[in-house]
């Protein structure tokens, strides 16, 4: 009985003993992948716009051989998409946080625009965008990443457009994602910080165009 009781146990441990090897291995796969990412930025931040930087200057700035970055990405296409998932996510996750707890839909429209357009007022974070959407438009399914990303933000707005009284929510809520990301690229190239002024004209506009009807917001 005691044998059988041990051996009923073994495929447990085992187990066990495999799933924290796989766990160890993933944090493992994940560190290599944050250092990739993160030094490829570091590197698009040196370049700039006037020189698309190769995975042999990527690797050096980490320290990494090609073996190890051909483990994780077929090209460095494929890393630039990475690097521009990760922060579409993280931006997605942050503003619908910061929406669920605005007091209302015209509230949640507003806080999206101004945060898109925002991004630009601060020149650190204006430059970091203005040499990773410079090196985006250098890959092979650029234009497919960029209709990704402006569908997550639009989902975002859906329920406040439909709230706010929209007869077409789901398009009017892609045509104000539209309307935003013109701006922060109108202001991202051209180098220049929006006033506050500028951000809240967006703002009125979008909402006026969903609901005629909306008051206009004040500049924060």
Known sequence: ????????????????????????????VAAEVRRLMKGAQAVFRRCGTKESPRVADILAEVGMSNDAFYRHFKSKDELVGAIIEDGTRRLCAALGARMAAADSP???????????????VDPTASENLRVLTWNAARTADDSTRRLVARSSLAQLLVQPVRDLGST???????AVCDNALGR???FMWRRES?????????VNFCLRAISPAAPHTKAH
């Open 168 to 174: 077409d929510p789901e398009r009017d809520a892609f």
């Open 194 to 202: 929006p006033t506050s002024d500028d951000i809240e004209h967006v």
């Open 106 to 120: 015209q509230e949640q429209v507003a806080l999206l625009v101004r945060s898109i357009i925002g991004i630009v």
């Open 184 to 186: 922060l690229e109108h």
């Open 1 to 28: 009985m005691a044998s059988r009781i041990l051996n009923d146990e073994l495929p447990d441990v085992a187990s066990q003993i495999a799933r924290r090897q796989v766990a160890e291995r993933e944090a493992e």
